[in-house]
């Protein structure tokens, strides 16, 4: 498919997973193929007016990562996180060097978030 055929937020989401981040590519590793309790996540999700980091369908959980551009803009996290609230997922975020440096640590409490699901 031409990617001029695309509509215009998958378009988006498609531009977005191309120029994805270290720290997102380091935590596409860990939750990526199920291998994170068999939970499915996808990138660069859109979500209302927002693009989410990563998303788990089946257990409405959105997991951000925020980098050093996001220092500076708490307020508007705190909104985007009360608009993905409001749609009904579930919110979890990490700093950027957190993901860097121990990517398979932020794992774990990604997965008691999904395990909440089961229970």
Known sequence: MER??????????????ERSTDAEWKLWAVVRNR????????????IDRYFADFACLEARL??????????D????????TEVLEACGWRVVRFDNYDVLTNPVGVGDPILRELELVRT
Not at 35 to 46: E, N, S, T
Request: glycine share 6%; proline share 5%; hydrophobic share 30%.
């Open 62 to 71: 959105v997991v951000e990562i925020d980098g050093s551009q996001h220092q």
């Open 35 to 46: 291998q994170l309790g068999g939970f499915k996540f996808r990138r660069q999700v859109p």
């Open 73 to 80: 803009r708490a307020a508007y996290d705190a909104a985007r």
């Open 4 to 17: 001029e055929n695309l509509k215009p937020r998958t378009h988006r989401a498609r531009e977005l997973r």
